[in-house]
C-alpha cells in the first residue's frame, strides 16, 4: 500500500488510536481481533486480582501468545519484558534482530523508542515548573515567538495535546521532504514551520488530538529557559539521575551497537526498506530517542511515580499530581495527561517510527512493569500497530481485569 502522510502522523505517536483521534468516542473491544486471538488455555491461579504471578505455566502462555502476533503481524523481532517486585521476572526475545543475516533478537540490543521520547521532554518541562522558571498555565507566546495563538496556548495544552495547532508531520510537503531523503536531518525550526503556514484545527484547550508540534515547541522551550541544548538538559537532569546510562537523545542518525535492524512500508513506493540508518531528526523532542530493555525498566515506574530510582524526587508530587491527571480521550477506559497515558489502569507511553515500535507501561497496584520493544511498524492487516497487540496480548494474560485494549480500524490510521 502506498505510504502516506497520514501514516506518517502515526510515525511518532502515542498509539494509532490516539494518534488519530479527533474527539468522537469509539469503543474498544475487551479482546484482540479475531484475526490474531490466541487459543484461550484454562486460566492459571491469580496471586492477585491485578497481576498474576509469572509461574512457569504463565511464562508459556506469554510464551504462546507473543509467538502468535508475531506471525499473525509479521513481526521479524520482538522482545519482551515484564517485573513486579518480589515476584518472578518474565524477559524474552523472539525472532530475528536482522533478517538479512539471521542474527538473534536480543534483551540487550539498543532500539529507536520513538514517541517514548515526549515522557522525557515534558519531564524536563515540569522540572522547570517545580523550579518556578515556568507554569504549565504560561502562554507559549511569552517564551517563544511566531507561534499562531502564541498567547493563547498554554504550556499545558501543549504537554496534553491539546493546543489546537495543526500536526506538521500531516503536512504533504514535509512528506516529500522526508521520504526523498529518509536520512535528511530537519532542524526543529523547519519542523515548526510546516505546521505554522495551516490554520489552528480548533480553538486551544478545545480537546485532545495527538500532535508532534506541540513537543518540538516544548523542546525548544527547554532550550530557551534552561540555556542548555535538549540532549544536554536532559542527559544532565533526567537520564544520568535515573541511572539510565543506555539512554541517549541522538544528534543524527547515530546508533550504537548492537542494535536491530528496522523495517518498515514507510516508505515514497510502500515497498519495504530497511531503517536502521534513517535520520531521526523529524521526531526530535517528539520522537528521536534511543534506549534499551534495561534503561526502560527502570524509566517505567520512575516516570510514573515522579521519583528517581535513589529515592530523591524527579519531579515535585504537586507537578506530578498534575501530570497524571488524565482527562478523558474519547476513547473508553483512555486519559492522556501531561506527555504521559492510563489505559486501563497502565500509566506509560508507546512509541513508532519507520521500522521500530515500543511500549513501556507500569501498573502502580502491583508496581508490575511491561515494555515491548520491536523492529517493524508496519501495521497488521486490520490496521492495528503491532507494539498495541503485544500489550494487549501480554496483559489478557497477566492482568485480565487490566487489559492494554487500544485497537484502530484501518482506516483510521491511512
Not at 496471586?47 to 498474576?52: A, E, I, K, L, Q
Not at 534552561?226 to 539512554?247: I, K
Not at 507537578?319 to 473508553?332: F, H
Request: net charge neutral; aromatic share 8%; with cysteine.
Amino acid at each position: 500500500m502506498p505510504y502516506t502522510s497520514a501514516m506518517l502522523r502515526r510515525g511518532a505517536a502515542v498509539a494509532a488510536v490516539l494518534g488519530t483521534l479527533t474527539g468522537s468516542p469509539v469503543a474498544a473491544p475487551a479482546a484482540l481481533p479475531a484475526a490474531v486471538a490466541a487459543p484461550s488455555p484454562t486460566p492459571s491461579p491469580s496471586v492477585s486480582p491485578d497481576v498474576r504471578d509469572l509461574t512457569p505455566a504463565v511464562a508459556r502462555r506469554l510464551d504462546a501468545v507473543v509467538r502468535h502476533v508475531m506471525r499473525e503481524a509479521d513481526v521479524p523481532g520482538v522482545t519482551v519484558g515484564v517485573w513486579t517486585p518480589g515476584r518472578r521476572d518474565y524477559v524474552r526475545s523472539f525472532g530475528v534482530a536482522d533478517k538479512a543475516t539471521g542474527r538473534q533478537m536480543s534483551p540487550d540490543l539498543y532500539m529507536r523508542i520513538g514517541s517514548e521520547t515526549k515522557t522525557f521532554t515534558v519531564t524536563a518541562v515540569l522540572q522547570l515548573v517545580d523550579q518556578g522558571k515556568v507554569g504549565l498555565d504560561d502562554p507559549i507566546g511569552r517564551y517563544l515567538d511566531g507561534v499562531p495563538e502564541g498567547d493563547r496556548i498554554t504550556l499545558r495544552d501543549l504537554a496534553g495535546m491539546r493546543s489546537g495547532l495543526f500536526n506538521y508531520s500531516e503536512d504533504k510537503g514535509f512528506f516529500k521532504a522526508l521520504t526523498s531523503d529518509p536520512q535528511r536531518a530537519f532542524t526543529p525550526e523547519e519542523l515548526l514551520a510546516y505546521s505554522f503556514h495551516h490554520p489552528l484545527v480548533f480553538r486551544p484547550g478545545e480537546k485532545f488530538s495527538y500532535c508532534n508540534t506541540n513537543l518540538i515547541l516544548l523542546g525548544l522551550l527547554v532550550e530557551k529557559v534552561s540555556g542548555q541544548r535538549l540532549a544536554d538538559y536532559l542527559d544532565q537532569h533526567v537520564l544520568r539521575p535515573a541511572g539510565l546510562h543506555h539512554t541517549l537523545f541522538p544528534a543524527g542518525n547515530e546508533f550504537p551497537s548492537p542494535h536491530a535492524q528496522g523495517y518498515t512500508n514507510q516508505t515514497a513506493n510502500g515497498k519495504v526498506e530497511e531503517t536502521a540508518g534513517w535520520n531521526p531528526s523529524w521526531g526530535w523532542a517528539a520522537g528521536a530517542m534511543i534506549s534499551t530493555l534495561d534503561d526502560l525498566r527502570t524509566w517505567a515506574p520512575t516516570v510514573a511515580t515522579g521519583v528517581f530510582p535513589d529515592g530523591t524526587a524527579m519531579v515535585g508530587s504537586a507537578v506530578q499530581k498534575q501530570r497524571l491527571t488524565t482527562p478523558s480521550t474519547g476513547i473508553r477506559g483512555a486519559g492522556y495527561g501531561l506527555g504521559i497515558f492510563d489505559v486501563q489502569g497502565w500509566i506509560g507511553h508507546n512509541g513508532s517510527l519507520p521500522g521500530y515500535e515500543s511500549l513501556t507501561v507500569y501498573l502502580p497496584s502491583t508496581r508490575t512493569t511491561v515494555v515491548v520493544l520491536l523492529n517493524t511498524d508496519i501495521s497488521h492487516k486490520d490496521g492495528i500497530e503491532p507494539s498495541t497487540l503485544f500489550g494487549q496480548a501480554i496483559t489478557q494474560v497477566i492482568s485480565p481485569a487490566h487489559v492494554f485494549d487500544l485497537p484502530v480500524p484501518a482506516s483510521a490510521t491511512r
